[in-house]
């Protein structure tokens, strides 16, 4: 089939089921085309806890589908592909955690979003990127905070929040590749433009401070999650931006605003996690209802708690 006739069987298959589709902002163009929703960790979370669908077709890696799992009890959440997984969401467990906690008694522990559900079930808090620093801000000062997985986000929150906290050493190996040399080639490639980094990246570490002072070189330079980068595009007067993330969200920026240029920081910076959802998969996935997530009602529990948490908050 076509790319337009399969657009086709999964518009009509999805009204006749009565499904919802979510993409997250690094699917393929193609497929965020079908979607109900495309957005960022948190739109996502935000959109499947609010649905009224009975089937949930997620378009993203497995950690987002579990979270739809957790958030929507009585909806059936489908994964087209299964091997769509996450680096960053396996560099830690949940046995790991808990070794972990065992050596910081009464430690807030917080979990970004990119974790296992039985990660999640052994934290007290959930965080996306669009609202990390507003979470670590609502626990007492006092408090010894951990926090996992991701070192990069985790040290611009202490640069945001001047917060100590401990932090796990995981990392996405999409972002982690974006190296302080790519920032520096781009300064002098494009040297009109605004950039717009990612928390995830691994030129985080060398540019923490001109990051938080807003300046790069003399240019303006913006932390942001994935739809941060959209509405911070949306508004600005800048007609140029070097986009410091998965290259997927290029696809939504040239759409919405025809008349920018956008350039990728670091142009194979690819999930194949992410890629592995096509559009012949979301067809099969709506056909055969497979594959479905679940999570054990005694860990989804725990980590609702985790992130309702979050979503009370934001
Ligand atoms: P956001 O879209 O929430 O910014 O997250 C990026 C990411 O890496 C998701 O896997
Ligand atoms: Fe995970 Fe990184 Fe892919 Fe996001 S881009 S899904 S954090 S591997």
Redesign the pocket.
Known sequence: MQREELQAAIRELKREKNALILA???QVPEVQDVADVVG???ALAQAAARSQAELIVFCG?HFMAETAAILCPDKRVLLPDLEAG?S?AESITAEQLRAWKAQHPGAVVVAY??TSAAVKAESDWVC???NARKVIEAIPPEQEILFVPDMFLGAWLQAQTGRRMYLWLGE?HV?AAMRPEDVHAALEQYPEAEFLI?P?CGCMSSTLYSCAVGTLNGRKVTVA????MLRYVRQSPAEEFVIG??VGLLYRLQQENPGKRFHALKPDAI?PY?KRITLQGVLRSLQEEVYQVTVPEEIAQRARRALQRMLELV
């Open positions: 997250h902002n690094y960022d960790s948190l890696v996450c960053l979003i990119n996306t990127s669009a996405c972002h990612h995830e999650s994935t739809d941060g993330t998965e999930c992410m």
